[in-house]
């Protein structure tokens, strides 16, 4: 398997490079889209006659015509489908489908295999220039579209605007008192529509139907931009989970129906996808010290102290949800202390960004239980696995509040520690440290769900400041016991491959923990069937892994890294193979056959190999620095360790530094590797040699 699952660790802010996970499903919404089709029509074709009643209209209607529909039905009127009626509606379309349909599949990128018809929708009789009434009512199933034809008729003004996102279009046809004009689009468009100085306009609306099945009513571009949207909010985990879009204009009153064009695509791509939550925001105002001119005593009197300057923090202070997705009401009093993660437009770190007054503020559904921050979501997932009436945070059940429960763990960075304490419990006295990790483990050996498990081990658990490795070490312990490692290899393996671009020396002491092999043990062995298996390719994982790196600084933990490494490879190429209980093939064949499978199961590679090419990338100082005290702790732990290639790799870095002009690292290659020990234990051979 392959983990992909959230942003790299170096990941830091999202300025719209390919690396933001949010940069592309963001583009997506600039892009062009063709959402309105105005096909020119043969002057020689006429209007349809409309029945309405007992009486037949044909247009252009003549004065006494207008006069008798204006007496019947008003100057702003729409007639609905059950109230007219075009005799021979399917021979009159007939004609006219080859010149609205044809060049209408073309520009709004409709399958020129997709069954399309039409049926009627209403009449619009508009003295005034009301753009919405030109859309279809969609009483029709299945209707995705407007097919809107204006009448021949004497008028002035009235000029129609049809807009999709941030972008707009003109429907230029002047009046005319004696042809069609049509148009084409899609039932998401906004039709607006300026005022008619005089005359009438008659308009016949069409319902754009797919007759093989649902279609959406938005444009491709908007459907690839949901479906970008809704990737990323399947994705397990993210560094960036909350997003903030400056809103265009400032809208202090936080009124959704002020949204600009541009902000109200985006909300609009984000509810129809149903991942994400979506409030307006103001972020929070404090005075700012730093700007304001320093008090000059000889200028007293010119010194103003009713002029504080102000600045915008990354907190928010307000919001307004969304109608049509209000948030739980768990996540109120915890939202207005939360901030952004990142913005769209910024170019630099967050703590340099300028923040603006007022925000789209959206975020991953499943990461609901990260804003009210861990204490709190397991409190909520106990309740609901005791109660299954208790509140769920929203969710349909008690799956998906562990689910989000389990993302926590995912969240903060190799700095920064997870959501842990409520900011706003400013003395709380609960530890901020490693007791919720251990509830967390207990809570899902409770719910004895599985897939929550695979989802905590592969894409969430990870080292940060307040889960140590001491702590989380047990709990993957615990789960693999309860669970049995061949139902969670999967997840192990996203473990080994998530923890390798962050955390490799915690890696390393877990998996040599996990098989008793450890230096500096920090979880019991498991004992269990086959568990060589899982190591064996855990290992190949890691020794192919390039860069292969350090994650702590200072001699003393690179040379444990190193120990443990050393360890690790030797009871994987050496002893595994030899023991029957660790190989699905140790009953049926020896030793020297399970290598050789497993050679073309995991290509090998030793880990001297991985020290010179992955990790030191063949540095000789770096290689004689580090390794021999490393190989001196790994031979007392197994002194029947084969040292005859660390000995002819160190000749080689030796070698290789008297060649060449760093006296001072040579002093201190040449230290370690005249070691009298090593000597001892590399033989007589390699002792001459040095």
Known sequence: ??????????????????????????????????????????????????????????????????????????????????????????????????????????????????????????????????????????????????????????????????????????????????????????????????????????????????????????????????????????????????????????????????????????????????????????????RDYDAEPPYDSANEGDWDYDKPQYKIINTVARFKEHPACPIPAAMHLMLVTRGAHAFPDMEDRLENVAIPATSVLFWPKQFRAEIIGVHRALQMLQNAINDPAADLLGYASVHDLAQSTSAIFGCGSLKDPIPAVDPILLYDPRPATTTFVTTMGSLLRQLNDVDVVISFLRDAVTIRPNTPLDVVAPVVHTLLSTFGWMRLADAMLGLVQRWLCSTSRSLLQLLSSLEGVSAQPVCAALRQPCFGEFLKAAWSTLVHHDPLQFDYTGSNWRTAFLCDLLLLGAHVERSIPEDTRENWLGAYLPPTLISVVDDYIHPRRSALAALQDNMYKRNAAALLAHLPQALLDAVTKRPEMQLAPFADALLAAFDAMRSTTQPRTLDVGFGFANSDRLRDLMGPGPSRAY
């Open 1 to 286: 398997m392959e983990w992909n699952g959230s942003d790299s660790e170096d990941d830091e802010h999202g300025d719209g490079s390919p690396k933001w996970p949010y940069a592309n499903a963001l583009a997506k919404l600039t892009s062009e889209d063709d959402f309105l089709c105005t096909p020119n029509l043969p002057r020689q074709v006429k209007p349809p006659p409309i029945s309405i009643g007992d009486t037949t209209f044909r247009w252009p209607l003549t004065k006494p015509q207008a006069q008798q529909l204006e007496t019947l039905h008003g100057t702003n009127a729409v007639i609905t489908a059950p109230e007219l009626c075009i005799p021979d509606f399917d021979a009159w379309w007939a004609t006219m489908s080859p010149m609205v349909l044809a060049p209408a599949r073309q520009v709004l990128d409709i399958d020129k295999t997709a069954a399309v018809g039409v049926t009627l929708s209403h009449l619009v009789i508009d003295v005034s220039g009301s753009g919405d009434v030109l859309k279809a009512q969609a009483a029709t199933p299945n209707t995705f579209g407007s097919v809107i034809i204006i009448l021949p008729s004497a008028r002035k003004g009235g000029a129609i605007k049809f807009a999709h996102g941030g972008a707009a279009e003109r429907f230029d046809a002047p009046p005319s008192a004696t042809f069609m004009r049509v148009a084409v689009t899609y039932l998401q468009t906004t039709i607006t529509s300026a005022r008619l100085s005089s005359g009438c306009r008659y308009a016949l609306v069409l319902n754009l139907v797919a007759l093989d099945g649902p279609r959406s009513p938005m444009p491709p571009a908007m459907l690839r931009a949901i479906d970008a949207f809704k990737e990323l909010a399947a994705r397990p985990s993210h560094k960036h989970r909350r997003i903030a879009c400056e809103l265009k204009p400032i809208n202090h009153k936080l009124l959704w129906e002020k949204l600009g064009p541009t902000d109200k695509y985006l909300v609009d791509v984000l509810l129809a996808t149903g991942a994400y939550d979506v409030v307006l925001v103001g972020f929070k105002k404090e």
